[in-house]
Protein backbone atom coordinates (compact mmCIF):
# COMPACT_ATOMS: atom_id res chain seq x y z
CA UNK A 1 0.00 0.00 0.00
CA UNK A 2 1.39 3.00 -1.08
CA UNK A 3 1.64 6.04 1.54
CA UNK A 4 2.18 9.63 1.11
CA UNK A 5 3.51 12.09 3.37
CA UNK A 6 3.52 15.91 3.02
CA UNK A 7 4.79 18.22 5.34
CA UNK A 8 6.09 21.75 5.53
CA UNK A 9 3.39 23.51 5.34
CA UNK A 10 2.58 27.05 7.27
CA UNK A 11 1.91 30.92 7.36
CA UNK A 12 4.14 32.87 5.53
CA UNK A 13 4.02 36.52 4.05
CA UNK A 14 3.89 37.80 0.92
CA UNK A 15 7.24 37.48 -1.10
CA UNK A 16 8.53 34.29 1.73
CA UNK A 17 9.45 31.20 0.56
CA UNK A 18 8.27 27.45 2.74
CA UNK A 19 9.64 24.10 1.21
CA UNK A 20 6.91 21.11 1.59
CA UNK A 21 7.54 17.79 1.19
CA UNK A 22 5.89 14.16 0.51
CA UNK A 23 7.42 11.47 1.70
CA UNK A 24 6.97 8.31 -0.03
CA UNK A 25 6.46 4.67 0.95
CA UNK A 26 4.86 1.09 0.14
CA UNK A 27 6.13 0.32 -3.09
CA UNK A 28 9.38 1.49 -5.46
CA UNK A 29 8.78 4.34 -7.12
CA UNK A 30 11.17 4.50 -9.87
CA UNK A 31 8.51 4.38 -12.92
CA UNK A 32 6.19 6.88 -11.28
CA UNK A 33 4.62 10.58 -11.81
CA UNK A 34 4.67 12.44 -8.64
CA UNK A 35 2.26 15.54 -8.16
CA UNK A 36 1.21 18.07 -6.31
CA UNK A 37 -2.16 19.62 -6.20
CA UNK A 38 -3.80 22.41 -4.16
CA UNK A 39 -7.23 23.30 -2.89
CA UNK A 40 -8.36 26.56 -1.55
CA UNK A 41 -11.60 26.97 -0.06
CA UNK A 42 -14.89 26.84 -1.39
CA UNK A 43 -12.61 25.86 -4.90
CA UNK A 44 -11.87 22.52 -6.96
CA UNK A 45 -8.51 20.95 -6.46
CA UNK A 46 -5.89 22.22 -9.40
CA UNK A 47 -3.12 20.83 -10.66
CA UNK A 48 0.51 22.73 -9.34
CA UNK A 49 3.57 20.78 -10.92
CA UNK A 50 4.44 17.19 -11.50
CA UNK A 51 7.65 15.16 -11.70
CA UNK A 52 8.88 11.94 -13.32
CA UNK A 53 10.60 9.67 -10.89
CA UNK A 54 12.41 7.78 -13.38
CA UNK A 55 14.00 11.17 -15.49
CA UNK A 56 13.39 14.22 -13.55
CA UNK A 57 11.26 15.98 -16.19
CA UNK A 58 9.05 18.44 -14.77
CA UNK A 59 5.73 20.39 -15.58
CA UNK A 60 3.87 22.77 -14.05
CA UNK A 61 0.89 24.74 -13.68
CA UNK A 62 0.64 28.99 -15.52
CA UNK A 63 0.05 30.53 -11.78
CA UNK A 64 3.29 28.90 -10.43
CA UNK A 65 5.78 28.51 -13.61
CA UNK A 66 8.79 30.14 -12.45
CA UNK A 67 8.17 30.53 -8.65
CA UNK A 68 7.76 27.01 -7.55
CA UNK A 69 10.15 24.28 -8.15
CA UNK A 70 9.41 20.77 -7.85
CA UNK A 71 12.17 17.85 -7.26
CA UNK A 72 12.85 14.15 -6.00
CA UNK A 73 15.58 13.08 -4.07
CA UNK A 74 15.52 9.38 -4.60
CA UNK A 75 17.54 8.20 -1.86
CA UNK A 76 14.99 9.35 0.48
CA UNK A 77 11.97 8.64 -1.50
CA UNK A 78 10.83 12.09 -0.97
CA UNK A 79 9.61 14.77 -3.01
CA UNK A 80 9.68 18.26 -2.71
CA UNK A 81 7.88 21.75 -4.07
CA UNK A 82 10.07 24.51 -3.49
CA UNK A 83 7.59 27.82 -3.02
CA UNK A 84 9.33 31.05 -3.63
CA UNK A 85 7.75 34.90 -4.14
CA UNK A 86 4.37 33.65 -2.69
CA UNK A 87 1.29 35.23 -3.13
CA UNK A 88 -1.86 35.41 -1.12
CA UNK A 89 -3.54 33.19 -3.93
CA UNK A 90 -1.17 30.90 -2.89
CA UNK A 91 -2.91 30.42 0.27
CA UNK A 92 -4.55 26.15 -0.13
CA UNK A 93 -4.37 23.06 1.41
CA UNK A 94 -1.64 21.33 -1.00
CA UNK A 95 -1.81 17.73 -1.72
CA UNK A 96 0.84 15.34 -2.90
CA UNK A 97 -0.23 12.50 -5.24
CA UNK A 98 1.40 9.65 -7.18
CA UNK A 99 0.28 8.00 -10.15
CA UNK A 100 1.66 4.43 -10.80
CA UNK A 101 2.67 4.80 -14.40
CA UNK A 102 5.24 7.66 -15.71
CA UNK A 103 3.85 10.17 -17.81
CA UNK A 104 3.19 13.84 -17.69
CA UNK A 105 -0.90 14.58 -16.33
CA UNK A 106 -2.12 17.40 -15.15
CA UNK A 107 -5.52 15.99 -13.40
CA UNK A 108 -6.97 14.61 -10.87
CA UNK A 109 -7.85 11.46 -11.92
CA UNK A 110 -4.19 10.76 -13.79
CA UNK A 111 -3.47 10.18 -9.95
CA UNK A 112 -3.97 6.84 -7.97
CA UNK A 113 -2.53 7.50 -4.64
CA UNK A 114 -2.86 10.88 -2.42
CA UNK A 115 -1.47 12.27 0.62
CA UNK A 116 -3.40 14.03 3.51
CA UNK A 117 -2.43 17.48 2.75
CA UNK A 118 -0.78 20.42 4.21
CA UNK A 119 -2.42 23.90 5.14
CA UNK A 120 -0.30 26.71 3.58
CA UNK A 121 -1.24 30.26 4.45
CA UNK A 122 -0.10 33.46 2.94
CA UNK A 123 -0.75 36.89 4.48
CA UNK A 124 -0.54 39.98 2.70
Known amino acids: QVQLVESGGGLVQAGGSLRLSCAASGRAFSNYAMGWFRQASGKDREFVSV????????YYSDAVKGRFTISRDNAKNTVYLQMSTLKPEDTAVYYC?????????????????WGQGTQVTVSS
Open 51 to 58: INWSNGYT
Open 97 to 113: AAAITRGIRTTTKGFDY
